[in-house]
């Protein structure tokens, strides 16, 4: 087999800039890498390095650092992810301050950072401070008043607009591939897909970039999914460096499953979760090696977040809560119910997303995205500035819903009646009837919880990058808060009943809504992604507590039951299934009967299978045979009449060598017999000088017989990860399978469109 | 132009990198740093807030909430419902993130200001009518890269560094194009 390893890199800045030969080895963008071929050229790699190791110290240095280089490339990993990460944040913080108002003293604070060092905080207007003005007092010098609320919400909008603006712009301009969450792609890269560019330098910096711009203008969206695609795109940046992972597309994959668990440990502030999450969600392969590569990335990534400490207090997210209050038994039933309303959510959600995804990609809507970008953030501001629960960013949302009502709170959510006699301490306050404040905020929430389940729908997937963990987490948290300021207020005003007699006595603290909004963005993020282990771990690393394993896991498993009764695909899946990749999904269960010969090609009728034979082809037979076809390889048999098997030869492979051949090797003309065999045939004399090319030749092509049954062969494309199965019977070959004819099959069998995929 | 770009965007990560983590390293500011008490109304005391620069030790109602606006038996009532919380930030990480970030925004809108408006203007009026006969796949694309293909075919003859680098540029320009093809155009990947 051939060792691409060999080409060393010139050392010259120039050749930097040149155009990187594509040498034998390299695949071509959306195609499929060879799983098998790239663990071989590792393993070659390796035992070469050891072997040499044993010559002398500098080699035995050499060999230590390549073995060092795994845990490098992961440290510099979490590194940039953690510093990208707080730089985000801290950008998002100011920028999203910056539709609202300005701070005098130093435009680069934030509402809550310029008003940090004053005194005139008062306990009633806790935001208000001289320094930080809003855009109406800076421009009339009026701040009560009608044409102070007509000029702030219309610089509201057009903060908004031009944010927005800009980063469709850049999108288009300089890297088209930052829009979107990232994951299904991210999803179909790590099963051995090739996407040129989709890791890139400049994605990564434009995805950066604008990410800060979209989420401070107040889109529907968030930046969950988008920071895992930056994460990656920092692994491959970092991989490239290397030449373990940079000539081997196999070990590259490695790296990006740890560089997506550290994107979901800084976004979240869970190490743990994002480890997870990178197992269930996005890996396709993932060796325990990488498991624990991937903890060390995570935990890098979020220390580095943790020093730059974007939110001024130690804490990574913005909506960590610590509270511990208990919760009850007879509480498992509106978690459930609320289990139940994030199953129906996601469903909703996933259809009617998918279905106005697929209108954009056919209709003439997608001939707009930039028309459709303003066009909906411009109904996202305006309908959004009245409520001011949709005023403000979705993750302040979150958090003010999550937390508990203390004292201390003086938000309308927190207005119930107090006792004037009370003498408690402040974390015991014990149940008390809804002030006039709830009863406006829940209606309010109301609202806003309707526009947001709808505005959500047509924003993800639009040619910015979105992504949709906050904004189901807000719609969870806000049904969820509903529901127990419900329960709550059903416990104080008939606690004599007989499910709230046994705990709930009068004057105890016995619900707590903000749980009840954690358990309902749980719910509903489970729904959508369907995710099982990873949220809980994730939810509860959010929260600091591990009392609240139980009701999280009723809701996320209530939630998954509900959701697959109606449709087995998570929201990334059906991306993928939109976009018709070649992805072979490991959860998919097939339960067919059929056999290898009903699926292979050529089927009855076609034409015959195009195969090369072992010596009796020309180069120009070769060559037409390429010409003519669009195969991705093709089989070398002894003959045309004895069609037994002897390899498989890739296109890519053959036109490369017979380009070298016929520049460099004297004597290869058109005539010349192409041979596959360790020695040339038996020719005539003056015949031409023959073409060997055993080189490029597979000897183990994978088969199976035509009586294999497709379970078996489905079984065997997903765990060596193959591109294509020959079928033979007695030793005589009949046909082949790809991975493109088995995704059909699957598709087929479901009753989906089997001309859907579209990709090799 | 890949290149370079990527090396510009690796400069100012490390940039931001360096003077994060060696500001974080400061003696801190000794505005950044404080106390943060909240009382709530108490008898016929309003609500306060008191702000104070201490240690994190030293962060309690008896330390923070001077003067004390209740008398002496009632001070214990009073601080049992105060609540305190030290808080630190960085001033000086917040100032440096926030002017990045802005001075790469601005860049990158000058750029593409560059790219899609100026250059056109600077081609056509450098090289004439000769430019306007365009090949049948340019004809209606409006797109920013559309001399590429022309600039890259003249421009592999010569070798020094500036054409070097120009040529750099147009294979990226390319590669954008195709990138933008797949994507807005024909909706191939990313629906």
């Keep these: 087999m051939i060792n691409a390893g060999d080409m060393n890199g010139s050392g010259n800045l120039m050749d930097f800039l040149d155009e990187p030969f594509p040498d034998v080895g390299t695949y071509e963008d959306f195609h499929t890498i060879d799983w098998l071929r790239e663990k071989s050229r590792d393993t070659d790699r390796h035992r070469k390095i050891t072997s040499k190791s044993k010559e002398s110290i500098w080699e035995f240095i050499k060999s230590l650092l390549d073995a060092w280089s795994g845990w490098v490339v992961m440290l510099l990993i979490g590194l940039l992810a953690g510093t990208l990460a707080g730089v985000i944040d801290l950008a998002v913080d100011w920028m999203t301050d910056l539709k609202e108002g300005v701070c005098l003293s130093a435009f680069w604070y934030s509402h809550e950072q310029c008003c940090w060092t004053s005194n005139e905080t008062t306990f009633d207007d806790r935001d208000k401070c001289p320094q930080w003005q809003k855009w109406s007092e800076l421009l009339v010098s009026q701040s009560e008043g009608a044409s102070a609320y007509i000029l702030n919400y219309f610089l509201y909008i057009m903060w908004a607009l031009c944010f927005a603006f800009l980063a469709v712009s850049l999108v288009r301009v300089f890297a088209p591939y930052a829009c979107g969450s990232g994951i299904p792609e991210i999803k179909t890269i790590l099963s051995g897909f090739i996407i040129r560019g989709y890791l890139g330098k400049w994605t990564l910096l434009i995805k950066t970039v604008t990410l800060v711009l979209v989420v401070s203008s107040g889109l529907s969206l968030g930046k969950e999914g ?12 970092f991989s490239s460096l290397f030449s373990k992972y940079s000539k081997n597309e196999g070990k590259r994959r490695e790296v990006l499953s740890a560089a997506a668990a550290a994107g979901v440990s800084v976004a979240f502030g869970a190490p743990i979760g994002g480890v997870l999450f990178s197992l269930e969600e996005v890996s396709y392969y993932f060796p325990l090696k990488t498991l624990w590569r991937s903890f060390f990335a995570a935990l890098v990534a979020a220390f580095t977040l943790r020093s730059i400490n974007p939110f001024g207090n130690s804490r990574l997210v913005l909506f960590y809560v610590e509270y511990h209050t208990p919760w009850y038994m007879a509480e498992l039933f509106p978690f459930i119910l609320l289990g139940v309303f994030g199953g129906l959510w996601g469903t909703l959600f996933i259809r009617c997303n998918i279905a106005w995804c697929r209108r954009r990609k056919t209709t003439r809507l997608g001939k707009y995205p930039v028309l459709e970008v303003i066009v909906i953030t411009a109904i996202t501001a305006i309908i959004a500035y009245p409520n001011p629960y949709t005023r403000r960013s979705t993750s302040e949302l979150i958090s003010e819903l999550f937390n508990d009502c203390g004292a201390l709170e003086s938000s309308q959510l927190c207005d119930y009646i107090n006792d004037p006699n009370m003498t408690r301490p402040v974390d015991d306050i014990p149940d008390r009837p809804a002030g006039p404040g709830v009863y406006t905020a829940m209606w309010q929430l109301a609202l806003a919880l309707v526009f947001k389940i709808v505005i959500t729908i047509f924003t993800f997937g639009m040619k910015i990058p979105s992504g949709l963990f906050i904004p189901s987490m807000a719609v969870g948290a806000m049904a969820g808060r509903m529901v127990g300021i419900g329960v709550e207020q059903l416990a104080y005003h008939h606690h004599d009943w007989i499910i709230f007699r046994n705990w709930c006595r009068p004057g105890a603290d016995c619900v707590t809504p903000g749980l009840y909004a954690m358990v309902g963005a749980a719910a509903c993020l489970g729904g959508v992604t369907r995710m099982t282990v990873s949220l809980v771990v994730i939810m509860f690393e959010l929260t600091g507590g591990l009392e609240y394993i139980v009701p999280l896991m009723a809701a996320a498993v209530t939630s998954k039951w509900v959701a697959d009764a109606f449709g087995k695909e998570g929201i990334y899946e059906a991306h993928i299934h939109l976009n018709g990749y070649p992805f072979l999904d490991v959860k998919d269960e097939f339960t067919h009967r059929t056999l290898a010969t009903d699926v292979m090609r050529p089927r009855r009728g076609e034409a015959p299978l195009s195969v090369l034979t072992q010596d009796s082809m020309t180069v120009e037979d070769v060559e037409t045979l390429i010409k003519e076809t669009d ?32 520049q460099r090797q004297d004597g290869v003309v058109s005539n010349s017999i192409v041979y596959f065999t360790e020695e040339p045939p038996e020719l005539p004399p003056n015949s031409p000088h023959p073409l060997k090319l055993r080189r490029i030749l597979n000897l183990s092509p994978f088969t199976v017989t035509d009586h294999t049954p497709m379970e078996t062969v489905v079984d065997i494309f997903r765990k060596l990860g193959l591109r294509q ?32 995929i579209m990709f090799n | 132009m890949a290149a370079r770009g990527g090396a510009w965007a690796g400069l100012c990560s490390l940039l931001a990198l360096a003077a994060l983590a060696g500001l974080g390293a400061e003696a801190k500011n000794s505005e950044d740093v404080r106390c943060k008490c909240i009382c709530p109304p108490y008898k016929d005391h309003s609500g306060h807030i008191y702000n104070k620069n201490v240690s994190q030790k030293d962060c309690d109602c008896l330390h923070v909430v001077e003067p004390m606006p209740v008398p002496g038996p009632d001070v214990e009532a009073y601080c049992l419902r105060c609540e305190c919380k030290y808080e630190e930030r960085s001033s000086v990480t917040i100032k440096v993130t926030i002017i990045i970030y802005l001075s790469i925004l601005g860049l990158l809108l000058l750029y593409m200001v560059y790219l899609t408006l100026v250059e056109p203007i600077l081609k056509r009026r450098l090289f004439g009518h000769s430019q306007l006969i365009q090949s049948d796949e340019d004809i209606g694309d409006h797109q920013p890269f559309a001399n590429a293909h022309d600039v890259l075919a003249r421009s592999r003859s010569r070798a020094n560094v500036l054409n070097k680098v120009e040529y750099a540029q147009q294979r990226w320009k390319l590669q954008v194009q195709e990138q933008r093809k797949s994507v807005f155009d024909r909706h191939v990947v990313l629906s």
Aim: one cysteine or more.
């Design chain 1, 226 to 237: 988008p920071l895992v695609h930056v994460a990656c795109c920092c692994g491959n940046f």
């Design chain 1, 631 to 662: 195969y991705n390889g093709f089989p070398v048999v002894v003959s045309k009449d004895s069609e037994r098997l002897i390899g498989f030869a890739q296109r890519r492979e053959l036109i490369l060598a017979i380009k070298n051949a016929r």
């Design chain 1, 725 to 756: 199965c020959l079928v033979t019977r007695s030793g005589r070959l009949l046909g082949i399978i790809t991975k493109k004819d088995v995704l059909r099959h699957m598709a087929q069998m479901a009753n989906q469109d089997p001309e859907s």
